[in-house]
T-cell receptor, first 116, second 112 residues
Framework: GAVVSQHPSWVICKSGTSVKIECRSL??????MFWYRQFPKQSLMLMAT?????????EQGVEKDKFLINHASLTLSTLTVTSAHPEDSSFYIC????????????FGPGTRLLVL | SQKIEQNSEALNIQEGKTATLTCNYT??????LQWYRQDPGRGPVFLLL?????KEKRKERLKVTFDTTLKQSLFHITASQPADSATYLC???????????FGAGTILRVKS
């Protein structure tokens, strides 16, 4: 149980294009999902918290107009990197919080983004 | 400033021994502390959660201690196996599941 999937697992795009990453909770409902970014040999950094049916809450220093988050259902949240640039290349990981075991976050396998 | 520190160097141990990983933090007051395993190119996998009023938590070969006075958690893997080789992350839970702050992780290598 408690499986979270992400799609795509990796993506290469040209500078200036937009990329959408999907995060799904497969066997549980998640009112809250989280988006993290991880650079090589660094820790996961929380970008934003996404609540179903409401606007996402962004961490300080994260541009909400660049990283668009939509949480339209209890099992799906999407992150769109708009006008991507090489410095946006990173490992993006989502997590979902179980409605019952609220302290625990279950993480997806991550999406590797490379912007050329 | 706020910091979370884990062993920056990789920990190399022999199969069958106990691995002990350290997580120290400053200027945080977490409600919980969590440990995750992360394999290369993969997302973290939840291992254990320990609350501020708990001293120790066990799960199979894993043991976690939490000392809020020292601001330190120790993570032990007993009877280690090569399959335990991975990066282990500690995460401070600042808002009862709403906000996790991660350390950079410690690489564990178990040699047969």
């Amino acid at each position: 149980g408690a499986v979270v999937s992400q799609h795509p697992s990796w993506v290469i795009c040209k500078s200036g294009t937009s990329v959408k990453i999907e995060c799904r909770s497969l066997d549980f409902q998640a009112t809250t999902m989280f988006w993290y970014r991880q650079f090589p040999k660094q820790s996961l950094m929380l970008m934003a918290t996404s609540n179903e049916g409401s606007k996402a809450t962004y961490e300080q220093g994260v541009e909400k107009d660049k990283f668009l988050i939509n949480h339209a259902s209890l099992t799906l949240s999407t992150l769109t990197v708009t006008s991507a640039h090489p410095e946006d290349s990173s490992f993006y990981i989502c997590s979902a919080r179980d409605m019952i075991a609220v302290e625990t976050q279950y993480f997806g396998p991550g999406t590797r983004l490379l912007v050329l | 400033s706020q910091k979370i520190e884990q062993n920056s160097e990789a920990l190399n141990i022999q199969e069958g021994k106990t691995a002990t990983l350290t997580c120290n933090y400053t200027n945080y007051s977490p409600a919980y502390l969590q440990w995750y395993r992360q394999d290369p190119g993969r997302g973290p996998v939840f291992l254990l959660l320990i609350r501020e009023n708990e001293k120790e938590k066990r799960k199979e070969r894993l043991k976690v201690t939490f000392d809020t006075t020292l601001k330190q958690s120790l993570f032990h893997i007993t009877a280690s196996q090569p399959a335990d080789s991975a990066t282990y992350l500690c995460a401070l839970d600042m808002e009862y599941g709403n906000k996790l702050v991660f350390g950079a992780g410690t690489i564990l290598r178990v040699k047969s």
